[in-house]
Structure formats: structure tokens, C-alpha cells
């Protein structure tokens, strides 16, 4: 990592140049002569490590920063289950219950019509107030809280609620799973979407489901007199200074998730209001003899199935797909308007023409496979095929469709 005044020593006319770092010379020369750097070499790794510069620079009229993509880890998916099968190839995914909870959902339905064709992507999406992080970093936050049922659940920045939808597969019918965002207009987009999984996804007959709660706010005026949390999640930048307030939302022994040292969120409006969390519901008698009635059911399904195939339920064969490769990652460095793009060679991306050639006869050699049919939802079947009156059938469905 360099200082300010180094890179400042490197810049085109600072009269200092031979006093800055040989690296910051040869990334300096490489712009003034306006090439990429050589891939690899001592300007692309220069231009990695340089910082960006703020007021520091002073009046001087070039600034020198560095971009780096958020996202574009993996390769990107033809379709949802590709896309999570790339994220655990490359070790993002890593414990059954976060890749079921990400094959459940899929992560085009949070997108909006005109933009799907980009959902398996591994970018994150931004379109006026709405916004969905990478895949990848996703991932990586529903390792780190480490989830388990019964527990609570508060994201703060929660936006279309696809992290509080996964969440609440693992949760179960008896966590908690409360979500603040600053504009009600993504409060909104939020609820639509959730009541369109509810209704219309058979995954939400497949996990006992802790249906997500939002409320509008700014995350750092929560009122003091809030319930802790088992887990907290932060996506939005968070200030040294805030840290122990974060702190504070969690129960002892739990874990708090955030990007720390960034600038925070601010209130639309630049009022303070104090935001009031929902209360921790308590389940209704007639609830909780749905989910009782639903879980027996499942048991029952479950037993049926080995008793005739020998085994449990298992998830619907996936059709065999090709190896996937990571991308490279880019290094954009911008130099008063002047813009070179220096690439960092990964190793994995280093493959020879013999394995190219022998990937290629493989394929050759692997005969064509359809993706499966959609699997059958046995418990809707089951439930309906119960002697019940038919408003009994649909309390127990949640009264979805088909």
C-alpha cells in the first residue's frame, strides 16, 4: 500500500517523480503514454495497491484511484441452480443448509422484468432505491451468521428481501426475522415479492418458513429500547464511531455481519425519528397447529418414500454441466479523465490448449441432457387428498396457488 504523498511523487509535472516508488514510476509512465500496463507486470500490481486519494491531493489536477468490481467472482449461471453450483466450485457456498436456502429462491424473481437476463450474473444490480448485492457476497454473509432454527434475525438495509426470504428458510416457524430499509418505495418492492415466493413457490412448501417482517427507517436511529438479536447483518456502510452502537443490537454470544469504516446511511428527510421494530409475535393456537399438521405430513411423506425406494427425499437430479473457469479480475485506473485498464492474471485462468482440446472432446463424447422435470409437490398433493373441508385444505396450504 502506498501513501497519498508517494503516489502524489509519481504524477505527471510533481517535479518528484524519481523520489516516488519504482512500482508507482512504471504505473505513472505506463499513463502518461497512455498503454495498458503489461499483465502482470509491476504497473498492474502498482495500480492494485494504490489507494484512493482524496482532498489529500490538493489542487493538483490529476487523481490517481482505483476501481475494483464488486462481484464477478464467479462465472456467471444459464439459471439459478448454475449459478450456486459456480458459487460452491469456488468455495463461497460451503454448508447445505445456505445452498439450499439459495436453491430455493430464485434470484431472477427479485429482478425486475427488463433486467433478468443479467440475475445470474455474479454483479450486483442497482435501479433507482432498489438494489441486490453479488451472489457472491451474499454467500458470504449467510456463512458468516452461521444460521440455525429459532434464531433472530435483524437486517438492517434489507431492500427487496431476498438475504431475509433465505434467512427465513433456516430460521424456521419459530425465529424471528425483522428487516429495516431507508426508502418505503423499496419497503413496497419488498412486500410484493415476498407475498409472490409465498403464493407461488413450491420451495415454500419444502422448509417450515419464518416469514420476514420490514419496517421504514434509517438503521441508525433504532429506538433504545429494542429487542436484541442472535444475528444482525448490516449492508449498509457503517463509520468506526457506529461500531459499538451495532454492537449493541446483539444478544451475548451473538454475530454481527457488517462493513466497518464507510461512510453510513443518512434519513431522506434529515430528520431523526426513532424507528420502532416490530414486536416479537407470539404464535396463535390455531398457527401453530398448522405448522404441526404440515410437519406431520412431511414425516409421513418422508416415510412413504424409503419404505418404497429405500432412501429419503432428495433434491431433483441437476443435468451434468461444463466445467466452469473464474474470471480474470480487472484493475480500472483513472488519470484526469484519461483511463487505462491493466489486467491481473489469475492462475486458474491459465489453462493450456491441450486441456482446452480435452475439455472440448469430452463434451463431444457426453450426449445431450434436458433438464428435468419440475419436482412434484407432494405435500400439496397430500393435503388435498385429505377428507377435509376444502377452506381446512387451504388454511393449511397458506392458501396458495398452485
Known amino acids: ?44 500490481a502498482a495500480a492494485a495497491a494504490v489507494p484512493p486519494l482524496g482532498p489529500a491531493c490538493g489542487e493538483r489536477a490529476y487523481c490517481l ?33 445456505v445452498e439450499q436456502a439459495f436453491r430455493a429462491i430464485d434470484r431472477a424473481d427479485y429482478y425486475l422484468e427488463e433486467f433478468k437476463e443479467n440475475a445470474y450474473k455474479d454483479l450486483a444490480w442497482k435501479h433507482g432505491n432498489i438494489h441486490l448485492s453479488a451472489p457472491c457476497i451474499y454467500s458470504e454473509v449467510m456463512e458468516a451468521l452461521d444460521l440455525q432454527p429459532g434464531l433472530s434475525f435483524l437486517n438492517l438495509g434489507s431492500g427487496t428481501g431476498y438475504l431475509s426470504s ?47 417482517s420490514f419496517v421504514t427507517g434509517n438503521c441508525l436511529e433504532i429506538s433504545p429500547d429494542c429487542s436484541q438479536y442472535d444475528r444482525v447483518y448490516c449492508g449498509a456502510g457503517v463509520q468506526k464511531e457506529h461500531e459499538e452502537y451495532m454492537k449493541n443490537l446483539l444478544k451475548v454470544g451473538g454475530i454481527l455481519v457488517m462493513p466497518l469504516e464507510e461512510k453510513p446511511c443518512h434519513s431522506e428527510s434529515g430528520k431523526s425519528r426513532l424507528v420502532q421494530l416490530p414486536p416479537v409475535a407470539v404464535r396463535s393456537l390455531q398457527d401453530l397447529a398448522r405448522i404441526a399438521i404440515r410437519g406431520t405430513i412431511k414425516k409421513v411423506i418422508h416415510q412413504e418414500t424409503v419404505s418404497k425406494n429405500g ?22 485506473v483513472f488519470l484526469d479523465k484519461e483511463v487505462f485498464a491493466s489486467r491481473i492474471s489469475n492462475p486458474s485462468d491459465d489453462n493450456s490448449c491441450e486441456d482446452l482440446e480435452e475439455e472440448r472432446r469430452e463434451e463431444e463424447k457426453t450426449p445431450p441432457q434436458t433438464k428435468p422435470d419440475p419436482p412434484v409437490n407432494f405435500l400439496r398433493q397430500k393435503v388435498l387428498s385429505l377428507p377435509l373441508p376444502d377452506p381446512l385444505k387451504y388454511y393449511l396450504l397458506y392458501y396458495r396457488e398452485k
Open 65 to 97: 484511484s482505483v476501481i475494483l468490481n464488486m462481484g464477478g467472482a464467479v462465472s456467471a449461471g444459464e439459471d439459478n441452480d448454475e449459478l450456486i453450483d459456480n458459487l460452491k466450485e469456488a468455495q463461497y457456498i460451503r454448508t447445505e443448509l
Open 166 to 212: 433465505m434467512v427465513g428458510l433456516i430460521l424456521g416457524p419459530f425465529g424471528v426475522n425483522h428487516g429495516v430499509e431507508l426508502h418505503s418505495d423499496v419497503i413496497e418492492y419488498a412486500k410484493q415479492k415476498l407475498d409472490f415466493f409465498i403464493r407461488t413457490s413450491d420451495s415454500f412448501d419444502k422448509f417450515d418458513f419464518c416469514e420476514p
Open 311 to 332: 432412501n429419503g427425499l432428495k433434491n431433483t437430479p441437476r443435468f451434468k454441466r461444463r466445467r466452469v473457469r473464474r474470471r480474470r479480475m480487472e484493475t480500472i
Open 1 to 44: 500500500m502506498f501513501t497519498a504523498a508517494e503516489v502524489g511523487a509519481a504524477l505527471p509535472g510533481s517535479g518528484r517523480t524519481r523520489d516516488a516508488p519504482e512500482e508507482l514510476q512504471v504505473a505513472a509512465q505506463a499513463v502518461r503514454t497512455r498503454r495498458p500496463a503489461e499483465p502482470g507486470g509491476r504497473a498492474a
